[in-house]
């Protein structure tokens, strides 16, 4: 699995961006995926994850109603909809594989580079 995440960059408040995520490794359509994100200076923290056959998805609080994460396993891809964006949506968003679908950003297998997201006021 080797996972690169793109689609970051500025944008204002109450805009928004889509992340792509996806697996030049070409497996990554038997793995759960997610995303996390990590603020400056903040510990990195679970936005979203969705099952192998995208039949399941789990939200962080703070994004439910505003993310949306999907993935499409013909192109070994996962993406992160992201809608009202706030300030505090900024940081380095990072994808992730797992056996399991996770609520967390513990316990996954392989991790991508992240894709900066900066979110002005």
């Known amino acids: 699995v080797q996972l690169q995440a793109s689609g970051g960059g500025l944008v204002q408040a109450g805009d928004s961006l889509s992340l792509s995520c996806a697996d030049s490794g070409r497996i990554v359509k038997h793995y759960a995926l997610g995303w996390s994100r990590q603020a400056p200076g903040k510990e990195r923290q679970f936005v979203a994850a969705?099952?192998?056959?995208?039949?399941?998805?789990l939200y962080a609080d703070s994004v439910k109603g505003r993310f949306t994460i999907s993935r499409d396993n013909a192109n070994n891809s996962v993406y992160l909809q992201r809608n009202s964006l706030k300030p505090e949506d900024t940081g380095a968003y990072y994808c992730?594989?797992?056996?399991?679908?996770?609520?967390?950003?513990?316990?996954?297998?392989?991790w991508g580079q992240g894709t900066l997201v900066t979110v002005s006021s």
């Open positions: 969705i099952s192998w056959s995208g039949s399941s998805t």
């Open positions: 992730a594989a797992s056996i399991h679908l996770r609520d967390s950003d513990y316990g996954y297998d392989y």
